[in-house]
């Protein structure tokens, strides 16, 4: 009998590359634009201020993911096919942490980019 299989193996990972800001001052971020914090770490001893001046101001989430797969086909006497692997999914927020005060300025508005589902158990 003749024989052939073959073997794929698959990973994949999106990680997101954090931006952070830390001082033991005050932290003062400004943008003509938009600003839009994809996850950003914030972390101050006073005050932090936040501002766009012709733009608006954005907080967004982000997804790191991870799969791994492996599929195996094999031909003989039955064709036969495995899958086996696993995926997971972290969402990763901003966080702003402050001693003093918050400030966010914006010309257009702040908009926050955070869907919450609730997990139906």
Do not use: C
């Not at 033991?24 to 005050?47: C, M, V, W």
């Not at 094999?74 to 086996?84: A, E, H, L």
């Amino acid at each position: 009998m003749d024989q052939f299989s073959v073997i794929v193996d698959t990973y994949h990972a999106v990680k997101n590359r954090v931006t952070e800001f830390h001082a033991g001052n005050d932290i003062s971020l400004l943008s003509y634009n938009d600003s839009i914090y994809e996850a950003t770490k914030i972390n101050t001893q006073r005050n932090a201020t936040l501002t766009s001046s012709h733009g608006r101001v954005l907080f967004k989430a982000v997804q790191n993911q991870t799969l791994n797969q492996t599929i195996s086909n094999s031909k003989d006497i039955f064709i036969t096919r495995r899958d086996k692997g696993s995926y997971s999914a972290v969402w990763q927020l901003p966080t702003i942490q402050y001693g003093g005060e918050l400030k966010v300025n914006a010309a257009q508005g702040i908009e926050q980019m955070l869907t919450v589902k609730k997990d139906k158990r």
